[in-house]
């Protein structure tokens, strides 16, 4: 191959790879999280990678519909890549109609939005997400929020707070307000970026001539609503003097009132179950109860576990309304945030063993690494092209194998392997028959 | 949502969902292979779906450049999705220099190909391979072969044969049989459909004057050099014969009895590994070792586990070659394959106890389910929206869920929770701080 012919190997930006170390720690999270979503009876689903377009257009809001993968494929077929989750549950809800109810599915896969990479953005990420569909119970939104709790703590992280919010009390703020149904979702995605930019800004965005033009006295309602502070009862007790003489928003206050109940129930910590009447989430899909998951030490990376009800997306596809609700883990953003709170695991080798070769005995390597590895113990031989004792250790230095079975000819022809720990440089000198049975005893 | 405006829930053609059962029994199947791949010390690595379309193109031949999905992205970029898992390690390996060699991977992911869609046949299918970058020695090549003949016998597959090959004697077939550069391709193409389509077929089409308009003699060459058959060792003999004065047969015919050898050594099966001279494999990156695995129940299926060594794949990308060597697992396909040879186990529920919800007291529920799972036991409470008892045992019986653990108001106010054994409708009556260690003795 020719240097000036070469492709130069790179990656599309906001695209990464996840070699070994990574990879290993960032299935650790996951595994954790699978854990927890399986003891709570959740159960997996895989979709395709590409869906027909429209079946993804139209559910997420004006944004998302720019920043979908979307192109013709080889058919001229209108095709994207998934952008959530959660949509492509809600077709299968509609295409399956024989799946039992309630279905409780869980679903760890990539999804792909053409977003300016950033600090923790990325093009490509894992979205991890547990959904039931059929359920209208409060309890199951209880029960999400309290999957959000089980995973956090399981993955020791201490220091987080859940936001949680319902639509149907925005939707009443914005009867209260007057606010034109036009006008809704631009209100909403304002409301919602309160704690970015502060309570005076919102006014300001609300009523600037060039923006939505809103007269002062329905943002000045608005303010209100956002200055209501407190404790969770403190909070509810306002919004029922506030919202309570609309039938939508008694209808929220009581979910959202329900919701907690049943949450103590389940003895989640109430101190990190917080009601903030701002979080609206951007998705135009929600219905009811939403929530966003904060880490109190690293506020700047915003949610990295939110969801919501949204009972009337399945209707999309159905034309009759399932309801259903869910929570969706920001995987790599989660990930990336333990990073720095130094919460990931030490990333370990696969290998426990490495079993040297040399050229004169390769099959006695051969056969002692079969025998290791037929006693469960994780064993390689070594495949480099310098087979010198030096160059075998320092490989197995650089990759953290723990211990090394030696084989030079002359000890292995007298039934003798040495292993050495690698830690220590300390070397014990064992029979084959033996070896197996000496390693596991290994710490 | 009105009934006509509702969009069709409907997948790509080629395209699937996996519902939880079969998932289960998929991610059963891809466990055992990542066991088997992790006990000899492969790592894992992920690359992304997408990649700049010059990464992939050029390196599987002209076919796949057609098939391959490929489009522009947002920011007019060039893009595809990943065609194979080779490509992107080969990029992988260029791309972090840093990386230890020899470099052992396993990645398990989805790869496209815009394929017409045919029995066992799908546009979005999973691939697991094992490749070792950096090693040039046989003893790889005869684990790669292990590797596949240990995954197939941890799978409970008797009845397969692995085809092997080396590039280097078809290379020779080339030279003996005075093949131009031009022509190589085309030739290798024909050869690999020797077991298809019948000797006679193939000499016909070496030599029809609207296709390759080979000489006769020279395709009389082809021909005795594909009627070689018997054990290895006579294969082997008589290939000497034939290509022996060829100094890249002579190479290729020592690499094939290295890599018996040393896969002897290793203690597989001799019955099952077969020289096959006329395997050629469709991708043009083959450099040396080549390989194919069929199920002899199954043969129509194909290949499920193949693959080969690609000495030069690396160098498209470093300008500079570095040996490799690996194997794919068709995971759809084999999937498939034994779902027919009923070799899959039986899937079963997630949750391994379901607690009824009534709506008197719908917080005892939750206790018991928290305590229940609190000792390690899957536990599901029902959510529901019909919470007569009947339609809650419904529903743990579609979904196999062997006890149900009924919450009566009055029973579980007297501390008593009935243990129902759904398989023939046994109880007993337990009471809350005994639930879970009875549970955990049930079978």
């Known amino acids: ?19 070994p170390a990574r990879k290993m720690q960032r ?52 095709v994207a890549l998934r952008y959530d989750l959660t949509v492509p549950f809600s077709r299968v809800i509609a295409q399956y109609p024989e799946l039992p109810k309630p279905f409780k599915r869980y679903q760890v896969a990539p999804v792909w939005r053409g977003d300016s990479p950033q600090a923790g953005r990325y093009r490509e990420f894992y979205q991890f997400d547990a959904d039931v569909a059929g359920s209208s119970s409060m309890v199951t939104d209880a029960e999400i929020v309290c999957l959000i709790y089980t995973v956090m703590t399981k993955l020791g992280i201490k220091n987080f707070v859940v936001r949680l919010n319902n639509r149907k009390i925005l939707n009443a703020l914005t009867q209260y307000a007057n606010i034109d149904n036009d006008n809704i979702g631009d209100v909403l995605t304002i409301i919602d970026k309160l704690e970015k930019i502060g309570p005076e800004n919102v006014f300001c965005e609300l009523t600037k001539k060039d923006g939505l033009n809103l007269p002062k006295e329905n943002a000045e309602k608005i303010s209100s ?34 919701v907690l109940f049943f949450m103590e129930t389940m003895e989640v910590d109430r101190v990190k179950m917080i009601i903030d009447t701002s979080i609206a989430r951007g998705l135009t899909y929600y219905t009811g109860t939403v929530f966003e998951t904060q880490l109190t030490d690293l506020m700047e990376f915003g949610s ?4 919501g009800r949204y009972d ?22 989660l990930f990336t945030a333990m990073e720095k709170l130094n919460l990931l695991p030490e990333s370990k080798s696969t290998s426990q063993v490495l079993v040297t070769v040399f050229p004169e005995n390769t099959q006695d390597s051969l056969r002692a690494a079969k025998t290791i590895r037929a ?50 440089g300390s070397q014990n000198e064992i029979s084959l028959t033996n070896l197996a049975s000496e390693l596991k005893n290994l710490p």
């Open 225 to 258: 609503f956002l200055k209501i502070k407190g404790s969770n009862d403190e909070i509810l007790t306002q919004l029922k003097k506030l919202l309570g003489s609309i039938e939508v928003g008694t209808q929220g206050i009581n979910e959202l009132e329900e």
């Open 375 to 424: 006693s469960g113990i994780k064993a390689e031989v070594y495949l480099g092209d310098k087979t010198k004792l030096d160059a075998q250790l320092k490989y197995a230095n650089k990759l953290g194998i723990p211990y090394v079975v030696i084989t030079f000819p002359d000890k292995v022809e007298k039934d003798m392997y040495i292993v050495r720990k690698m830690s220590d």
């Open 1 to 19: 191959m020719n240097e000036n012919n070469k492709i130069e190997p790179r990656l599309l930006q906001g695209f990464r790879d996840f070699l």
């Open 304 to 307: 990295v576990f939110s969801g």
């Open 312 to 333: 009337t997306l399945i209707g999309y596809f159905t034309g009759q309304d399932i309801p259903a609700v869910g929570a969706s883990v920001g995987v790599d953003r």
């Open 27 to 78: 299935d650790w999270l996951i595994d954790i999280v699978k854990e927890v979503y399986e003891s709570f009876g959740f159960q997996p689903l895989e979709t395709p990678v590409l869906e027909y377009a429209d079946v993804l257009l139209g559910k997420y809001g004006a944004e998302a519909n720019q920043l979908m993968y979307r192109f013709k494929d080889q058919g001229d077929r209108d």
